[in-house]
């Protein structure tokens, strides 16, 4: 809880030294950028490139860690609710806005506790304005992991507050302002380019202009890296393993974290999904072990629950449910249920394609007649948010998969009573389980951790409205002659690549 640092003086990057032009894939279209309403992912690997973060996820060996940015002269946690910040000099919003000040971490992260993604932000108070650059971030309890669960991440971001309340105090797909290294020019569908700031004086990025060419499918990705159009990209379970026998000449791979979790989610409000014991049928009539291998190629770590492996309260089986047809056959008798008709929703990627099919075919030899419904990103993003619309109401079944930061706190969060409509598209609520979670905000023991987010898994998987599939690394190929830096979670993050 005291840890602390300080950024240490070193020469910007020269010209002559940093790579011209580095090429990568993005996912999607950008839809939202403004932190507080994002997606995530794509729209954080975008705003680590355009705004002033104070703290960066840094690994040592195998351990996860945290350092102070090149925004930041100090940042230091002297007791458990409080952390002390000291913007570096030199700072400056473009369009005119002035220096980035104090006042703007202030108004960025109190703004944030009444957004989609406030739960980052249940232990802030408050955040005290000392000077001009000076501030400290008030907790209203003890949070251990607050550097790394909210100032390393997404919603950590820095936003102007005099642009903000220029747009109306909430955007979509312009910055209204920027500090970084790079600017942000998109062309939907196409790419989003960053080129260098020409305001920017902190420390060089280690490329004159990235390109993140939208390619949707990861298969297009894969074939344009091979044929040298990308310098890097995510790839799929079956290219990692055919990489990790045979690497292409002058390839190398880097896995960012196995930080990803995924499911078969079940929305508890539908009429024909209502009934626990539906949702218990379809528990037991799904073979994870078959997915693992038919649509990850066995390079996936099984899961059984929402906690990845290597963090407090990561479990080893599951409590409620094991692969069992018969059982799965019976319940279904027990509830009266025949003839029943779901519709199965998925991003439409070759993974979750074959996950998919999968459990269609699972549930087809329990008398369930599934229709597999593809989705590009946007669609499927919004797709259980009561304010994006009214598709939410139609949602029966869908495969989910959530990136987490290192800390179990960050995956609980999003299956509180007040997620659901956002983020808990299951829309179940618990007393016991919005508890804990409070619990588990406070508990600095260890073991008293992993008690209560055990508990909080057993919780959800007794609502029936899960199924546990995988822990997905997010692997990345990429040319030997580029370093690439990717988050835990998968996010690159492009103004610390840099040549071999």
Same mark, same amino acid.
């Given at each position: 809880m005291g840890a602390a640092g300080m950024i240490s003086s070193f020469p910007a990057m020269g010209r002559a030294e940093m790579g011209k032009v580095l090429r990568l894939r993005m996912d999607g279209d950008p839809d939202v950028l403004d932190p507080g309403y994002m997606s995530g992912g794509i729209e954080i690997e975008s705003q680590k490139q355009c705004l002033p973060f104070? %703290?960066?996820?840094?690994?040592?060996?195998?351990?996860?860690?945290?350092?102070?940015?090149?925004?930041?002269?100090?940042?230091? +946690?002297?007791?458990?609710?409080?952390?002390?910040?000291?913007?570096?000099?030199?700072?400056?919003?473009?369009?005119?806005?002035?220096?980035? !000040? %104090?006042?703007?971490?202030?108004?960025?992260?109190?703004? !944030?506790?009444?957004?989609?993604?406030?739960?980052?932000?249940?232990?802030?108070?408050?955040?005290?304005? *000392?000077?001009?650059? *000076?501030?400290?971030?008030?907790? &209203?309890?003890?949070?251990?992991?607050?550097? !790394?669960?909210?100032?390393?991440?997404?919603?950590?971001?820095?936003?102007?507050?005099?642009? !903000?309340? @220029?747009?109306? $105090?909430?955007?979509?797909?312009?910055?209204?302002?920027?500090?970084?290294?790079?600017?942000? %020019?998109?062309?939907? #569908? +196409?790419?989003?380019?960053?080129?260098?700031?020409?305001?920017?004086? #902190?420390?060089?990025?280690?490329?004159?202009?990235? $390109?993140?060419?939208?390619?949707?499918?990861?298969?297009? %990705?894969?074939?344009?890296?091979?044929?040298? =159009?990308?310098?890097?990209?995510?790839?799929?379970?079956? /290219?990692?393993?055919?990489?990790?026998?045979?690497?292409? $000449?002058?390839a190398e791979i880097t896995v960012a974290g196995e930080l990803q979790y995924m499911w078969l989610g079940m929305n508890t409000d539908h009429p024909k999904l209502k009934d626990k014991t539906v949702r218990r049928a379809i528990q037991h009539a799904v073979d994870v072990d078959s997915i693992l291998q038919g649509a990850y190629s066995g390079t996936t770590a099984k899961s059984y629950g929402i906690i990845c492996p290597g963090l407090v309260g990561n479990r080893d089986s599951t409590r409620y449910y094991q692969y069992d047809p018969e059982k799965a056959r019976a319940l279904l008798a027990e509830a009266g249920v025949s003839g029943l008709e779901l519709t199965l929703r998925t991003l439409n990627n070759q993974e979750r394609m074959l996950a998919a099919q999968i459990i269609q075919a699972n549930l087809g030899q329990i008398g369930i007649s599934v229709k597999v419904l593809p989705l590009d990103s946007g669609p499927f993003w919004e797709m259980g948010q009561e304010s994006k619309g009214d598709t939410w109401k139609d949602l029966q079944l869908w495969l989910m998969r959530y990136g987490t930061t290192p800390d179990?706190?960050?995956? /609980? +969060?999003?299956?509180?009573?007040? +997620?659901?409509?956002?983020? &808990?598209?299951?829309?179940?609520? @618990?007393?016991?389980?919005?508890?804990?979670? =409070?619990?588990?905000?406070? =508990?600095?023991?260890p073991d008293k951790r992993r008690d209560i987010y055990v508990r909080m898994q057993e919780i959800m998987e007794e609502?029936?409205?899960?199924?546990?599939?995988?822990?997905?690394? =997010?692997?990345?190929?990429?040319?030997?002659?580029?370093?690439? &830096?990717?988050?835990?979670?998968?996010?690159?993050?492009?103004?610390?690549?840099?040549?071999?």
């Open positions: 104070l %703290a960066d996820y840094h690994r040592d060996g195998d351990t996860i860690t945290w350092k102070p940015t090149v925004f930041v002269n100090k940042l230091e +946690q002297r007791d458990p609710t409080h952390i002390d910040f000291e913007l570096a000099e030199g700072l400056e919003w473009s369009d005119g806005y002035g220096p980035v !000040m %104090a006042s703007d971490v202030k108004y960025s992260f109190e703004r !944030m506790t009444g957004t989609d993604w406030s739960g980052y932000f249940d232990a802030l108070d408050h955040v005290e304005v *000392t000077g001009d650059r *000076t501030g400290t971030i008030v907790l &209203n309890k003890p949070f251990a992991p607050f550097i !790394m669960v909210t100032l390393c991440h997404g919603p950590g971001a820095i936003l102007s507050e005099k642009a !903000m309340k @220029d747009v109306g $105090e909430k955007f979509t797909t312009n910055f209204p302002a920027t500090c970084g290294p790079y600017t942000y %020019a998109a062309t939907p #569908g +196409q790419r989003v380019v960053f080129e260098l700031d020409p305001n920017w004086s #902190g420390p060089a990025p280690g490329y004159e202009r990235v $390109e993140a060419n939208i390619i949707t499918e990861v298969k297009a %990705a894969e074939l344009a890296f091979e044929a040298g =159009e990308i310098d890097c990209t995510e790839v799929g379970a079956d /290219t990692l393993a055919r990489y990790t026998a045979d690497m292409p $000449e002058g179990p706190y960050e995956a /609980t +969060q999003w299956f509180v009573s007040d +997620q659901v409509g956002v983020w &808990n598209w299951e829309r179940w609520t @618990d007393p016991e389980y919005d508890r804990l979670y =409070e619990e588990g905000i406070r =508990e600095t023991d609502t029936g409205a899960y199924v546990w599939i995988n822990h997905e690394p =997010e692997a990345f190929v990429h040319s030997s002659a580029v370093d690439v &830096n990717a988050a835990p979670s998968g996010e690159l993050n492009y103004r610390r690549c840099k040549p071999a």
